[in-house]
């Protein structure tokens, strides 16, 4: 059973920085596509950052020029560094991966506070 865990989350001031990190266990492939999403309290779940296997990324528009994602593949490991951070980045933050399926980590709560 393929399972992704997440680390790194936590409480931090506004305009702070924090590190996500994300690991795979259990599997047998490479993900092509891994990534993050947040959902915050009474919101759906958004895209916030995406890399393929050949590095290419997507950020959503509210995090572009402050947070990075970056994997090491083919290992099924990757982090989201945020900078810059802003009370309306409070969520809980999912890895994700896709290999035919896709595949959800339990999330990890980030606070930032005003």
């Known amino acids: 059973q393929v399972q992704l865990v997440e680390s790194g989350g936590g409480l931090v001031e506004a305009g702070g920085s924090l590190t996500l990190s994300c690991a795979a266990f259990?599997?047998?492939?490479?993900?092509?596509?891994m990534g993050w999403y947040r959902q915050a309290p009474g919101k759906q779940r958004e895209l916030v950052a995406i890399?393929?296997?050949?590095?290419?990324?997507n950020y959503a528009s509210p995090v572009k020029g402050r947070f990075t994602i970056s994997r090491n593949y083919p290992e099924n490991t990757q982090t989201l560094q945020m900078t810059g951070l802003k009370p309306e980045d409070t969520a809980v933050y999912y890895c994700?991966?896709?290999?035919?399926?896709?595949?959800w980590g339990q999330g990890t709560q980030v606070t930032v506070s005003s």
């Open positions: 994700y991966g896709v290999y035919v399926d896709e595949y």
């Open positions: 259990g599997e047998v492939f490479s993900f092509e596509d």
């Open positions: 890399i393929t296997s050949s590095g290419r990324t």
